[in-house]
């Protein structure tokens, strides 16, 4: 009993990784990678709620439902102007509930996804992307800037 209680005490976590996970680069990868499902998740929980009760009907909810998938569709594609759109919105949405008097759930969960766009994984998953004057070659070069 003594032995397992030793064990315990210098546990560290690094056991249930595989061995290549404990490079740092890996690790930040990962957490990219969570914040990402999380958030889509969050993002995707009242379109995938109305359906399920039958709300969605209306041509302007399904329009609606269209264009946030594409918009969180290019976020996972790595779009910067993506990551800006869902930061107005959920901004404006997280602001607006001052005068909704709506359900705090629904504000828990606006805010969290708001929390997750904003948060370092998530800036670095999107800092990552395709294009601009910022972008990086596959060999690590920088772009030629010509205008």
Known sequence: MLANTRALDSFDGRALLPPDMHDRRTRQELSEWLVLEAFVLLAAAPW??????????????????CIAAIVVVALVLRRRGAWWILVA????????YAWDRASPLLLAVD?????LLVSRPMRRYVAKGHGGARARRLDGSQPLDIH
């Open 48 to 65: 995938v709620l109305s359906a399920a009760l039958g709300n969605i009907g209306n041509g302007r909810s399904i329009i609606a439902t």
């Open 89 to 96: 919105f959920y901004g404006v949405v997280v602001v607006s």
């Open 111 to 115: 805010a969290a996804a708001l929390l």
